[in-house]
């Protein structure tokens, strides 16, 4: 048999799905497992949304659609940047996708190829390292810390970046951390960036509208790098539509151009009944996206308040997204039940195999002192992990390091 590509063969697998996945074939086989992995809200589409969705069907709309989107969706997501976020974005510049996922690996193959480097600060979404790879570019990682809030401090993106920097990707709302750009950090980054006139910024704001702090600025509104930022953005987050696969990313009309010539020659154009509904999404009534958006909030801080409590275990409270990530290091070197926890996924695996939990390890963000727990699920089942990831911490700090 041929061998494959050097390319496939340097592609990791996204350990939360794998994570998810053991979860479900667990539950599958009979074991009742509370599964936190996802980052998937429990809510469903607001009504108008699914409405519109009918209406498209039955109106016939499910035809291929431009390959950059429907100028009719182009339009709206024009109006919701400027609404939202004070940018002006033409539908010419703007491309519609299968997802912000398929935004975003569209601008690493626009923006980056062999011999270049991608900065990527971490903790991060660990699918930002394996677009980079499949551009043919290498990830450069840049610790941040607890300490400083998880976000990457301007000094140290100076130090990382040379002569073969491409990309910096910005994630705020972080994945994993919660953590929160503010207007002043940006600009701090921006003074870096004038020195690097080179360096684009990728941008992934898919969980802007969900933020507890008042603002959530874009680093395309700062003028000074605006002219070289790409805003990723999507409406899985925000409006609960995971399934519809329905994503946009906005930037200067050549980097755009360059995406939507990608497109073409792979998924062609995303879903044309799930475009209809985001037409709807985006225009229509927002007050279901501010009700979910308060619904995380009370969830974050309950959840918070009762993991803070679990002797062991170190948290900050996230300023955005539906993410906790606690620091369980302080029981690596503990066993309980014959199972010696050394890393994150050690401690994921005992959560799984002996509390029925299932979490994400930090190590597939780049922070083996952590794990992440996703509080985008209903209040049942997070009291119910909650419970269990504070007995099953109260037996293995009991059992200490069993000889």
């Known amino acids: 048999m041929s061998s494959l590509s050097s390319r496939a063969a340097a592609i990791e697998p996204s350990r939360t799905i794998a994570m998810n996945q053991r ?13 936190l992995t996802v980052g998937e809200p429990d809510f469903h589409p607001p009504a108008h949304v699914r409405e519109a969705a009918a209406r498209a069907i039955s109106g016939g709309a499910d035809r291929y659609t431009p390959v950059a989107g429907e100028i009719a969706l182009r339009e709206a997501i024009s109006r919701k940047l400027s609404r939202d976020a004070g940018l002006a974005y033409p539908p010419a510049a703007i491309m519609v996708s299968c997802g912000a996922k398929s935004a975003l690996c569209n601008a690493f193959l626009a923006l980056a190829g062999p011999g270049d480097e991608v900065l990527i600060p971490t903790p991060a979404w660990l699918s930002y390292a394996e677009m980079a790879k499949l551009a043919g570019a290498t990830p450069v990682f840049l610790p941040t810390s607890a300490a400083d809030g998880y976000k990457p401090l301007p000094e140290a993106i100076a130090s990382a970046i040379t002569g073969r920097t491409r990309i910096l990707v910005l994630c705020s709302p972080s994945n ?10 940006l600009e701090a980054i921006a003074a870096v960036l004038t020195r690097f006139p080179e360096v684009w910024v990728l941008s992934d704001e898919i969980y802007e509208r969900i933020r507890y702090v008042p603002e959530v600025p874009s680093p395309a509104s700062i003028k000074s790098i605006a002219d070289r930022v790409i805003v990723v953005g999507g409406l899985s987050k925000s409006h609960a539509m995971t399934g519809w ?28 009944i799930s475009q209809r509904a985001a037409i709807a999404a985006l225009d229509g009534d927002q007050s279901p996206v501010e009700a979910m958006a308060a619904a995380f909030k009370a969830r974050r801080d309950r959840a918070y308040a009762r993991l803070a409590a679990i002797p062991g275990i170190k948290l900050r409270s996230p300023d955005g997204a539906f993410y906790l990530f606690p620091d369980v290091s302080s029981l690596y070197g503990l066993s309980c039940r014959g199972k010696r926890i050394e890393s994150s996924d050690d401690f994921c695996l005992y959560l799984l195999e002996q509390a029925g939990v299932a ?45």
């Open 245 to 272: 696969r329905l994503g946009f990313l906005a930037g200067p009309r050549a980097v755009v151009a360059a995406c939507v010539a990608i497109q073409g020659q792979s998924t062609t154009c995303a879903p044309s």
């Open 176 to 185: 994993p951390t919660g953590a929160v750009l503010d207007r002043a950090e």
């Open 359 to 403: 979490l994400v390890p930090g190590s597939a963000f780049g922070d083996d002192a952590c794990v992440r727990l996703s509080f985008a699920a209903s209040d049942a089942a997070i009291d119910q992990a909650l419970g269990r990831i504070e007995a099953a911490v109260g037996a293995l700090r009991s059992a200490g390091v069993e000889r």
């Open 23 to 35: 979860a479900r074939d667990l539950s599958a086989a009979g074991h009742d497992i509370v599964d």
